[in-house]
């Protein structure tokens, strides 16, 4: 018997590269400030041990860089940014999460008698 | 939390040591800058929020092996088990024999369901299985040849001359000879399947 697939998980791992270039579109972020907003928000993440290899593959990519400065409270911190192609493929993203959702939504959405 | 900050990154540390190098470096140097300049305690009450390192660990494994390339993942999965070319050869070599034909037949779809061989070795398999069998006939015409000889000497009729030695007909040494051949052959052709599928594991 196959096991029913965990469709909250699997959203979330689909949408949670597109969650770190919007976050990242307003602000360069350090990983734990973004960890702590991906999990506040909406439990994106579940821990900040998920969030480094999505980075990784982001800088892979080209689409997010990463860059040392002093933070507010003192320590320097390793903030990430996007670049000119992440801000691209965010807003690719975009459009397609908008044309999907409605389609997704027109599909699922119980028919009215 | 019981773990002091140090104690807790090199757990975490530990957990990742197969992890990529430089993500890994990435996460613990993440939480380090965050702990950096807090009292103990709340150093302590950062860490409660991360949770175990056994949980950050995890968080950070399962991502890296779901996002995997697909032909890494492929990889993985490429080999046969290590007894599969083994049980397929004997099969193919004295699983006809035990199970008349039904043995050939089984080996022959285990040579080519098989995922560590190439078309190339299912094909020369194929042929060196049919050796098998050939040379099982081919032996027994052999003999049924070499008694007829026997049973109709030339001599039209007269008994063979008992001072000459009966002659060892000229048929005889050639099949022995292509037999050996063939057997060489043959056993070499296992051989070098066996060995091709080891290459591709």
């Known amino acids: ?83 000119p ?22 599909l699922i959405t119980e028919e009215t008698p | 939390m019981t773990l002091t900050p140090d104690a807790y990154l090199a757990e975490l540390e530990r957990l990742l040591a197969n992890a990529d190098p430089v993500t890994r470096q990435e996460l ?19 860490l409660r929020e991360l949770g175990d390192p056994a949980y950050v660990a995890v968080g950070m494994l399962a991502e890296t092996r779901d996002a995997a390339p697909a032909p890494a993942r492929a990889a993985e999965q490429d080999g046969d088990a290590a007894w599969y070319p083994v049980v397929t050869v004997l099969l193919l070599t004295v699983g006809g024999v035990i199970v008349p034909v039904l043995g050939w037949i089984v080996g022959l779809i285990m040579l080519w ?21 050939g040379m099982l006939l081919a032996g027994l015409v052999a003999t049924g040849t070499t008694q007829v000889t026997q049973v109709n000497p030339a001599g039209g009729g007269d008994s063979p001359n008992p001072l000459i030695p009966p002659m060892v007909e000229a048929p005889f040494p050639t099949w022995w000879m292509l037999a050996i051949v063939v057997l060489v052959v043959w056993i070499a052709g296992w051989i070098w399947l066996l060995v091709a599928h080891r290459a591709r594991r």
């Open chain 1, 1 to 83: 018997m196959v096991a029913a697939p965990d469709h909250a998980t699997q959203l979330r791992r689909g949408v949670v590269e597109a969650c770190i270039l919007g976050l990242l579109a307003r602000e360069p972020m350090y990983g734990w400030q973004l960890a702590d907003r991906l999990i506040a928000g909406g439990a994106i993440i579940g821990s900040i041990g998920t969030l480094y290899p999505v980075l990784t593959r982001l800088r892979e990519r080209g689409e997010v860089t990463s860059y040392h400065a002093p933070s507010e409270s003192g320590p320097p911190r390793r903030y990430y940014e996007l670049t």
């Open chain 1, 85 to 106: 192609a992440g801000r691209q493929a965010l807003q690719r993203f975009r459009a397609d999460w908008a044309d999907f959702t409605a389609s997704v939504t027109e």
């Open chain 2, 28 to 46: 613990v140097d993440g939480i380090r800058e965050e702990l950096a300049g807090l009292s103990p305690e709340e150093a302590d009450a950062r």
């Open chain 2, 113 to 133: 369901a098989a995922r560590g061989w190439r078309t190339l070795h299912k094909v020369a398999g194929t042929v060196i299985a049919l050796l098998g069998p």
